[in-house]
């Protein structure tokens, strides 16, 4: 299995711009998650899916934000206006089974917005 | 918001010796998670320990948790460069809580 994938790998976009960021979760796994890691708050938890439904956004930081899951292999992060605050590094990470069981992590989305 | 608070927030030593890092977190939890991150990469999960266990080895690596005292502690014995990373914890919270927290991680670096 390729893991985790991710993509972009970077993004460099201006403010006010939409940014898109995608997951493919590893196939069978039934639950996704989505984090945000900054040098100022660290890895935080954003939103997690089980069975490709939002079971908790409170982690989302505003309105801005917005998340789907279309399919069990699929998801995407979006903010729409960005602002320069939400540069940062964006992880999916899946598992299965049980929320609290391992997580296995992408290797990122760099997101910086000018 | 973070759960886990790491400590210290880094540490240097020299390889062959061990690093010790703990993680003190503030509500009941089910179970705690340690993971790596090696720089510019994702998180490598290391070893889980439930509440109901008090210690866990996997290789090099022992931890501990200590439910009473709300804490746990990750030690790498026997340190080589390759363990220069971020380090980790995160907790997977009750009934009422049941989503992962991370802590802010420790930076550790050994020297060859």
């Known amino acids: 299995d390729a893991g985790v994938i991710q993509s972009p790998r970077h993004e460099v976009t201006e403010m006010g711009q939409e940014v898109t960021l995608r997951c493919k979760p590893i196939?069978?796994?039934?639950?996704l998650f989505w984090y945000r890691q900054t040098m100022m708050r660290g890895l935080e938890l954003l939103i997690y899916?089980?069975?490709?439904?939002?079971?908790?956004d409170s982690g989302m930081p505003e309105d801005r934000f917005s998340a789907k899951m279309p399919n069990a292999s699929f998801s995407t992060l979006k903010i729409q206006p960005s602002e320069p605050r939400d540069s940062a590094v964006y992880f999916c990470?899946?598992?299965?089974?049980?929320?609290?069981?391992?997580?296995?992590f992408g290797p990122g989305t760099r997101l910086t917005v000018l | 918001s973070q759960q886990g608070e790491e400590d210290p927030q880094a540490l240097s030593i020299q390889e062959g010796e061990n690093a010790t890092m703990n993680c003190s977190y503030k509500?009941?939890?089910?179970?705690l998670q340690w993971y790596r991150q090696n720089s510019g990469r994702g998180l490598v999960h290391l070893i889980l320990i439930r509440s109901n266990e008090r210690e866990k080895h996997s290789g090099r690596l022992r931890v501990t948790l200590d439910t009473s005292k709300k804490s746990s502690s990750l030690l790498i014995t026997a340190s080589r460069a390759a363990d220069t990373a971020s380090y980790f914890c995160a907790t997977e919270g009750g009934f009422e809580n049941n989503d992962m927290r991370f802590g802010a991680g420790t930076r550790l670096t050994v020297k060859p």
């Open positions: 990470a899946s598992s299965i089974g049980q929320i609290y069981n391992e997580q296995f």
């Open positions: 196939s069978g796994h039934d639950y």
């Open positions: 509500t009941s939890i089910n179970n």
């Open positions: 899916f089980n069975n490709n439904v939002p079971i908790d």
